[in-house]
């Protein structure tokens, strides 16, 4: 990091204004739709040298919701995530490619249930001001699409009519809220 990365706070990750969001073919017919509540990390980057970030990010995997217990809870087993051994994913990035400012690519890693593979996002920055309290924020949106097989979930009955239970791509998006105090 340079001078002007470290003389101010690095960015924290709102998780009350922070939604990750997954969605996956089911039955081979259909899409279920989840989410992560346990969201939190930081951004450190010095704007003038965007190619030089800090940036981890840390979920929760027992606070995957999709709005079905018995979902839920065969996901946080062996079968899937394992919470037991591995309770939380993370992503890891330390360079952006293209305008911060604009639209741009996060290349970065991803790690779930041990397994790191490299993933990119393709990134939107949605604005930036200042909020009632005094800090700063700023707003990104992002997508990616993962292999879960890559990641060890590989529980998948086959169907009688032919297909999966689970498909293999998983699509991620993110809407997300950075915030920091402003510079006394």
Do not use: C
């Not at 998780?15 to 989840?34: C, P, Q, Y």
């Amino acid at each position: 990091m340079t001078a002007t990365s470290t003389a101010l706070a690095p960015w924290q990750i709102d998780a009350a204004h922070t939604d990750v969001e997954f969605a996956v073919r089911h039955l081979m017919i259909s899409n279920v739709k989840g989410r992560f509540a346990g969201v939190s990390g930081m951004v450190d980057y010095d704007r003038s040298r965007p190619d030089h970030l800090a940036l981890d990010v840390t979920i929760s995997v027992a606070s995957v919701d999709t709005r079905n217990e018995q979902r839920d809870t065969h996901l946080r087993s062996a079968d899937f995530f394992d919470v037991e051994h591995y309770p939380e994913m993370t992503f890891k990035a330390r360079r952006v490619d293209g305008d911060v400012t604009g639209e741009f690519k996060l290349p970065g890693e991803l790690t779930i249930r041990g397994v790191t593979k490299p993933v990119t996002f393709a990134v939107t920055a949605e604005g930036r001001g200042d909020d009632p309290w005094g800090n700063e924020r700023l707003g990104f949106s992002a997508t990616a699409e993962v292999h879960r097989l890559e990641f060890g979930l590989h529980y998948n009955p086959a169907l009688e009519t032919g297909g999966v239970v689970v498909g293999d791509k998983v699509k991620i998006s993110i809407n997300t809220e950075l915030m920091r105090p402003k510079p006394v």
